[in-house]
């Protein structure tokens, strides 16, 4: 149990161009997920805080229209990297609060490489 | 500011040796504190969390320790094999329904 899913697991685009990553939870429901960003060799930076049914809640720097959340249910939180560029290269995890609470189940992560 | 570190960056280990992984964290009221394993180019996977009523965790051949007073948890692994190599990341919460914060990492390498 405690499944969660990101597709896609890899994505290369050119920039100036918007990307969508979904984060899943396959057999729980999660009114909370986060996004973290991963940098090779570093650790998880948390981008924001998704809330099904609000508004995100970011981190201090992180640009919200670059880095659009939306929760639209309890299974499915996504992030949009609006006009990307080069530097937004990086690796994009997504966790899902699950119980017992404050327990974060983590997807398997996307890799975005912007040309 | 609260923070968690983890030291060393990098271990290497010959096969079958037990180790320790350190984990320091700068504000002793942590609510709970977790350990994780990340697989090159992989998502997280948890293998123990600790409660702060809690003092240790056992999972198979891991042992995690909290100890709040010291600021300090530490992932005992026994015995340990080529498959345990892997980055370990300590994460911690401060309150309920606050957020993760990650230490840096350590990378184990178990050699055969």
């Known amino acids: 149990g405690a499944v969660v899913s990101q597709h896609p697991s890899r994505v290369i685009c050119k920039s100036g161009t918007s990307v969508k990553i979904e984060c899943r939870s396959l057999d729980f429901q999660a009114t909370t997920m986060f996004w973290y960003r991963q940098f090779p060799k570093k650790s998880l930076m948390l981008m924001a805080t998704s809330n099904e049914g609000s508004k995100a809640t970011y981190e201090q720097g992180v640009e919200k229209d670059k880095f659009l959340i939306n929760h639209a249910s309890l299974t499915l939180s996504t992030l949009t990297v609006t006009s990307a560029h080069p530097e937004d290269s990086s690796f994009y995890i997504c966790s899902a609060d699950g119980r017992p609470p404050d327990t974060q189940y983590f997807g398997p992560g996307t890799r975005l490489t912007v040309l | 500011k609260q923070e968690v570190t983890q030291i060393p960056a990098a271990l290497s280990v010959p096969e079958g040796e037990n180790l320790v992984l350190n984990c320091s964290f700068t504000d002793s009221a942590i609510y709970n504190l977790q350990w994780f394993r990340q697989d090159p180019g992989k998502g997280l996977t948890s293998l123990l969390l600790?409660?702060?009523?809690?003092r240790e965790q056992t999972s198979g051949r891991l042992n995690a320790s909290l100890d709040k007073s010291s600021g300090r948890s530490t992932l005992y692994i026994a015995a340990s094999q080529p498959g345990d190599s892997a980055t370990y990341l300590c994460a911690g919460i401060y309150n309920q329904g606050g957020k993760l914060i990650f230490g840096q990492g350590t990378e184990l390498s178990v050699k055969p």
């Open positions: 600790i409660q702060s009523s809690q």
